[in-house]
């Protein structure tokens, strides 16, 4: 408590220049939060959602993990989607990776990092599903096109979980976004967006 003081006074100046603005900001939000959005992103701390986006709290409901991976059988992030889609009716999902992502990056390396190579096994399979594309590259855009195609790798094992399927079988109106951002400039780029239909369109 007493080391981290300054964090305190932070939030207390944070919460004062919100107020000024809209003096009932934090009481409207404290009865709803209605987002638009869920975004999966990857933990690293250079990466925060409703910053990169400008959105303001109560604007994106945000799960984030290690290299942004949605796994099949993992409750964490399963039970995000389907209260995002199934209680807050989300409009988008946006899967946002980053370039330069340690996780992707760690997944390339044929070293030992200790338990987190569980995790990044599921980056090996999509390695492994691109290695004919990777091998023509150097390391630096091997690493890059790895971001993207984990980020395209996701949204598809998005698409396949059953909250979604069954969102599109009951005509929900759900769009699913890939999305990277790149840590060297702050910018966003759209790599794929799936619709209604679930038919992935590649761009
Ligand atoms: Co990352």
């Not at 409207?28 to 690293?44: H, N, V």
């Not at 199934?86 to 946006?94: A, D, R």
């Not at 096109?145 to 396949?160: H, K, P, Y």
Request: charged fraction near 20%.
């Amino acid at each position: 408590m007493q080391t981290l003081q300054h964090l305190f006074k932070n939030n207390k100046a944070w919460a004062e220049s919100i107020l000024k603005e809209d003096p009932d900001f934090f009481l409207r939000l404290s009865k709803l939060q209605a987002p638009e959005l869920l975004w999966i992103g990857c933990s690293d701390s250079r990466v925060p959602a409703n910053e990169i986006i400008n959105l303001a709290p109560g604007e994106v409901f945000v799960h984030r993990n290690i290299a942004n991976v949605v796994v099949h059988t993992d409750l964490n992030c399963l039970s995000v989607i389907q209260f995002a889609v199934e209680v807050l009716k989300i409009k988008h999902i946006i899967v946002c990776g980053h370039y330069g992502c340690g996780g992707v990056a760690a997944a390339l390396e044929d070293k030992d990092h200790g338990l987190i190579d569980n995790w990044l096994g599921h980056i090996k399979d999509v390695s492994r599903l691109n290695q004919q594309e990777l091998n023509n590259l150097d390391d630096t855009d091997k690493l890059d096109r790895l971001c993207e195609l984990n980020v395209i790798e996701q949204v598809s094992n998005v698409c396949n979980t059953t909250i979604v399927k069954n969102a599109w079988k009951n005509e929900v109106d759900l769009h699913v976004h890939g999305w990277i951002y790149n840590i060297e400039n702050g910018i966003l780029k759209d790599l794929i967006e799936t619709p209604i239909s679930g038919q992935s369109t590649f761009v």
